[in-house]
């Protein structure tokens, strides 16, 4: 039994002997690497370190914070806060959007929506109007001061004023739209002027007792107002009549939120959407000339926004305004019958 133990310890012996010579072979390579390795780290993280110190410190920020430093620099305040949302549409906003549907019906004439026409022809005209309205005035209020001195003409349209004064409601319009349609022949510009289109003030108009469509709807205008109308109700409207293929101007005006037309071819008023055969094309008021816009129906659009088109682009070739009238009978009170067509 003891060779065969003592035989085990030597070959116990030998075996760790084997192993210690082989780590101690392999560690002079090892730790070379290792060093070198080292070395290689400490070179890079000097150069690293040189490379940051001749650059600025890097600066980290919010979208929050930018937005708030805005909202100083705005004037909202020291505190404001505003935060950055993320729309279902994957777009980064400040702010979520109210999507609102556009309507359908417009709160003007005929149901449509109205913006500025460019500077031009009619824009003339109507500050050419508007001077000339403003010296009429002057002359009224000197009416009412001295009228032994008061022109027939400025007599007789002060009195149309008064009697529309009188009156309230649609009794009002009714009154400026017989009282005007009575006083003034139907005359074309061409035959009293000799000129396709002229815009004339209610005491021109008076003067001759004659004029066209836009002279009326002028003269109602004035008149209107003059008697307490607000001029926010109150719009000339140019347009194309299909039913004759000419332009033709008339008076609207806003009553308990519907819009009526004083036509000098009718004695009594006109609901807008019974006139069918307008294409309109203008409107015209203390504002300024607009253009008519049909909306885009049922389409969604943000808040503040409009989607619109012209209103006259599916009906018509063309939104000028050329001021040409048919000829046609002159106006008279008939009791409630058309007074002209």
């Known amino acids: 039994m003891t060779p065969r133990v003592e035989l085990r310890q030597r070959s116990l012996a030998l075996a760790t002997g084997l192993i210690l010579s082989l780590s101690l072979c392999a560690a002079p390579g090892a730790f070379a690497a290792e060093d070198t390795i080292n070395a290689d780290a400490n070179a890079a993280e000097s150069a690293l370190g040189a490379d940051r110190a001749s650059r600025p410190a890097a600066t980290f ?4 914070a930018v937005l708030a430093k805005l909202d100083r620099q705005r004037g909202r ?23 609102k549907e556009t309507p359908t019906i417009g709160t003007e004439p005929f149901g449509l929506f109205t913006f500025r026409a ?13 001077a000339a309205m403003t010296k009429e005035q002057a002359v009224l209020d000197q009416c009412g001061s001295d009228a032994g001195k008061c022109p027939a003409n400025a007599a007789q349209f002060l009195r149309l004023i008064n009697a529309v004064s009188s009156k309230s409601g649609r009794d009002k319009l009714d009154e400026a739209n017989r009282g005007v349609n009575t006083a003034i022949r139907y005359v074309s510009d061409y035959a009293q002027h000799g000129e396709p289109d002229r815009w004339s003030t209610p005491l021109a108009t008076f003067a001759t007792a004659k004029g066209d469509c836009e002279d009326y709807a002028i003269a109602k205008y004035v008149a209107l ?3 307490g109308f607000s001029r926010d109700d109150l719009q000339l409207v140019l347009v194309r009549d299909r039913s004759v293929r000419q ?7 806003r009553l308990d939120g519907r819009w009526l037309l004083l036509d000098n071819r009718f004695s009594t008023l006109t609901d807008d959407s019974d006139a069918k055969n307008f294409t309109p094309l203008f ?19 943000p808040d503040g926004q409009s989607a619109t088109s012209p209103a006259a682009s599916a009906g018509a070739t063309t939104v000028d305004w050329t001021g040409s009238e048919a000829e046609i009978a002159t106006p008279s009170w008939t009791g409630g019958l058309p007074l002209l067509m």
């Open 247 to 253: 332009d033709h101007a008339v008076l609207a005006a």
């Open 77 to 99: 305040g020291p505190d404001a806060v505003r935060l950055a949302a993320l729309t279902p549409s994957g777009v980064a906003t400040d702010a979520v959007q109210e999507v």
């Open 61 to 64: 920020f919010s979208i929050n």
């Open 283 to 301: 409107a015209i008021n203390h504002q300024g000339v607009h253009l008519f816009a049909a909306p885009y129906a049922k389409r969604a659009v």
């Open 118 to 130: 460019p500077d031009g022809l009619l824009w003339r005209k109507w500050r050419g109007v508007e």
């Open 225 to 227: 107002t003059a008697a």
